[in-house]
């Protein structure tokens, strides 16, 4: 898509060196995929902790009762 923004000469340098990028295009499009990323690990580290990870015991048992079972049990010794 091609798109035109004015960006001020000592950013898209400090991009470009920092990047390592031999263009300009090639600064932008790196600094945006950077970007994007570093939201998507806050994305997942915000979510830590709200899984139900099954042990490996519950994934050896197999059976769904069972689990329920393994569970039930873990969280009564808590």
Do not use: C, H
């Amino acid at each position: 898509m091609k798109t035109t923004i004015d960006i001020p000469d000592q950013v898209l340098a400090d991009a470009m060196r920092f990047t390592g990028a031999k263009t300009k295009r090639e600064a932008v499009v790196k600094a945006i995929e950077d970007y994007n990323r570093q939201q998507k690990i806050k994305q997942l580290v915000s979510s830590l902790g709200t899984w139900d990870i099954a042990t490996n015991e519950e994934i050896e048992a197999g059976d769904s009762m069972e689990i329920e079972t393994i569970r039930n049990k873990r969280s009564d010794r808590s």
